[in-house]
Every structure is written in C-alpha cells, then in structure tokens.
C-alpha cells in the first residue's frame, strides 16, 4: 500500500448488511427485533453516503437464497421492506436520491411490488445518488438472466454469437449504465460473497468488518472510506507504472 492514485471517494460503495440476528439474540431478543433495528442503519448509511458524495450505494437487503429462511422471518422481512419503501420515500425524494431496486421482483406480493414500482417513479427524477436495493437478488441469477436475453437476441436473429463480448454481457445486468463498484463492504465478521454481486466484483476493494448491521454508523462507514483510500488500485499494472502516470498526470497540469 503506497497510496493512491485513484480518487479518494469511491462512486459506487456496495454493502452486505449482515448481522440483524445475531445483534438481536444479544439482547435476548427475536431476530426480527434486528431486521428493525438494521432499518436505522440504513438510513444513517444513505443519508452519510449522500452527504460523501457517493455517487451509487448498493444494499443487499434479501437474497435470491434468503426464501430458505423460516416462512415467519420471510413475511416480517417482507412487511420490514415494504413499511421502510412507504415511509422512507418521501425522505429519499427530499435528499435528492433516486431508488432502484434490483432483483428478481416477480417473486414478491403484488402490493410489494406496487410500492416499489411507486418509490422508483418518485424518485426518478433525482440525481444527487442512487440507492440500488438489492431485493430477491442474486449473483448467478443476474448473470444467467443477461445470458438469457442475448440468448433471445441471438434465436432472434439481431446478434451473431461472436458479437457477445464482456461489454455486451454487461449491458444486460441490472447494473447497465453504472459504475462497477469501487468498495464492497461486508458487517457482521462473516468473510463471503453469498451470491451478491459476482460479475460487477471483479476488481472492487473488499473491506469486512465485525461491527454488525444495526451497530453500523456514520463512524464506521468513515472508518472502511479511509481504508479505501489507503488502498492502491493497480487493475494489473505495477505500482511503479502507477507512480509513472500519477506523477505524468501531475506535471501536465
Ligand atoms: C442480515 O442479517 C439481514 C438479512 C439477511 C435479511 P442476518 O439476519 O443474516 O443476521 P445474522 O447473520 O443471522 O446475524
Ligand atoms: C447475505 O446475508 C444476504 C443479505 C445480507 C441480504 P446472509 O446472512 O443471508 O448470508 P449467509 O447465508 O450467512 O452467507
Ligand atoms: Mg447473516
């Protein structure tokens, strides 16, 4: 680590929330009682990356993987989500954030999905950041879903398979059009992917920390931004090669 050539902000920070249960059992108390408490973190985290400057937070708020939970922690989850998307909005809308959600949302309630497609087109004029929840979402399942519409593209004859490159896979994830994300963290100690973002991950900084969901804060999110800017980016190069183009770019100006 030789400091940073990279800017110092990342644009994109993309985070497992994790730990809800295990904060709750603590306390003696249901894990539900930590999903509720996780729901002030994750205003803390929006309103501290807006305010940062970040430019696309990603939250993985279920897993394509979490419906294996007991069915009554599922529907609180559920009821959790859609409460947060009602009444947190309005909020959203006044920071100037625009909410995407990204996941297979067919699997979802019918009223859930109106609330989300509601929050969507609230806040889809704003621009200031981006707030992508990742709901039903997995790594796998964006991956093979983009596989399937070129597959469609091909079978339609507009795309010939010698044309399906890195970029063109990329344009058919949830993610087309944003940047990859710069910071993955993971609270809650545990050191996995679990099915989150996998193509998008390919070059993000990692940072896990201990600190569970609910105990996240605006000091710990400074703590993994510093981290981050201690990091050196190299996508390949040399550290030396780096040095070079900085100290180019330095005298050019
Ligand atoms: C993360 O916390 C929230 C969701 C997966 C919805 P957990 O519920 O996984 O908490 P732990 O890992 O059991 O402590
Ligand atoms: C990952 O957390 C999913 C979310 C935070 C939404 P989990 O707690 O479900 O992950 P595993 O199953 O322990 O890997
Ligand atoms: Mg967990």
């Known amino acids: 680590m030789t400091g940073s050539a990279h800017s110092p902000v990342p644009r994109h920070v993309a985070i497992i929330m994790d730990g809800n249960g295990r904060w709750a059992r603590r306390r003696r108390l249901p894990r539900t009682a930590g999903h509720q408490a996780g729901v ?73 999905q109106q609330r989300i497609a509601e929050a969507e087109a609230q806040t889809a004029g704003n621009d200031r950041m981006t707030l992508l929840i990742a709901a039903n979402y997995g790594g796998r399942w964006d991956i093979t879903q983009a596989a399937q519409q070129l597959a469609r593209q091909v079978a339609a004859g507009v795309l010939k398979p010698e044309e399906i490159d890195e970029a063109a896979l990329a344009a058919h994830l949830s993610f087309a059009g944003l940047p990859e994300p710069d910071l993955f963290i993971r609270t809650g100690g545990e050191l996995r992917i679990s099915n989150f973002l996998l193509w998008q991950l390919a070059y993000t900084e990692l940072y896990f920390t201990d600190v569970l969901w609910p105990d ?28 070079r183009q900085a100290s180019l770019a330095v005298s050019s100006v």
């Open 216 to 243: 996240f804060d605006e000091a710990e999110l400074d703590k993994a931004l510093a981290e981050y800017s201690r990091r050196e980016r190299r996508f390949g190069h040399t550290s030396e090669q780096l040095i």
């Open 40 to 112: 002030t973190a994750v205003r803390k985290t929006v309103e501290h990356c807006a305010r940062k400057g970040i430019e696309v937070l990603t939250l993985f708020a279920f897993s394509s993987e979490n419906w294996r939970r007991p069915p009554e922690e599922v529907s609180v989850l559920m009821r959790l989500f859609e409460m947060t998307l009602s009444r947190e909005t309005r909020r959203l809308d006044e920071h100037g954030i625009r909410l995407r959600v990204i996941g297979d949302r067919s699997a979802f309630s019918k009223n859930l």
